[in-house]
Each structure stands twice: as structure tokens, then as C-alpha cells.
């Protein structure tokens, strides 16, 4: 490979004659600057040990091991849970079961008549229930709609207090006069000379060219 782009540090002689000096070919000293990059790396192989991959598999292995850990917890502590349900509700119907037995004590001396007048006072108690839910929904229907007529006179006040939105009704605070109505602002313009402007379809005649050259060249 040629190293003519290469910069020339020590320039090489030749040890020959006047038509051999400075060319390669006679052992003429070449540049002593090298590279790193040009330099031998990596001279020595690499060599798998023997306890190499140990750590990963130990490493694998423990978190296996906590999330077993982990899902036998959750499992016990569902069980509890369990448990503890099973224990209240065991202790709902072992009170149920005693109010069962005082009602069934203090009706065994009662005859068919009584299942009558029980299933009368279930079914009159669910009317008494059905009659409370309507109850209860009017109601709050009734608040509903008041909190809806609430919300709707709060924002006419609103409204009809703020003049930039009110455009009716005399007296709510509308604006009657415009912010130049005052005698400061009229008749300002009453000592100006207007001029009629003119349209020229010619740049050297129009009137802005006349006002440029009057301005700047006379």
C-alpha cells in the first residue's frame, strides 16, 4: 500500500549516488512514528473457567426461590383470610340459630292461623320497603332538580350582572356610551386638510412619487 498521504516526519536519504539520493529502494531512513491503532492487541486467548456461569445460575436459582417463597405467603395468607371469614360467619349462624330456636320456642303453642299472619306481615313489610325506595327516589329527584335551578338562576345573576354579556333590559347595567364618546375625543380631525386620494396607474405620476421627490431630491 502506497504512503504518499502519509506526512513525511524524517525525511529518508539515500546512502547511494547523486541519482539514487532520497529514494526508498536504497535504504533510505523511513519515519519512526507508528499509530496505537497499528500496534498488536489482543495477543493472548481467552479461556472459558470452570466456575464461570456458576453465579448466573445462583443468581436464577434465589429468585426462583423467593418468588416460590413468595406465592406460598400469598397462598397462607388467603387461607387466613378464609379462616377468619368461616370463623364470623360460623358465629353469624350459631346467632341465628339461637334467635331461630327462642321463635320457634315461643311459637309452638301457636296454631296454623300464625303462618298466615307472618306471611301477611312479610308481605305488607315489603310494600312498606317498596313504598320507602319511591320515596327516597322523588326525593332525590326533587333535590336533583332543585340543584339544577340553583345553578341556572346563579349563572342569569351572572349574566345579567356583567354588561359585556347583558345586551337587554334597561337598568342591569348596560353600557350606554362608547369609550370616545367624551368631548375630548371629538372634532379631532375637523383642522386636518383631507386629501381625496388618487389612483394612478403610473409610478412617476402618483402621488406618492411627487411626495418622495418633494422630500428628498428638492
Known sequence: MAHSHLATWKPALASGSTFDRGNY???GVVSQQSSALDLPGHTKLKYRHAEQGLEVNQSLED???RERQAELEKVDRIIEN???VGLLEGKELEEFDDRDEN???DQDGSDSSGSDED???DEEEEIAKELE???REREEKARKLEEETAQLEDKAKLLGGNPLLNNSGAGSGKMKRRWDADVVFRNQARSETQTKKRFINDTIRSDFHR???KKYIK
Request: glycine share 4%.
Open 25 to 27: 529502494r536504497t535504504g
Open 63 to 65: 429468585l426462583e426461590e
Open 103 to 105: 321463635v320457634s320456642s
Open 133 to 135: 325506595r319511591i320515596r
Open 82 to 84: 378464609q379462616n377468619d
Open 119 to 121: 306471611s301477611s306481615d
Open 211 to 213: 411626495q418622495f421627490l
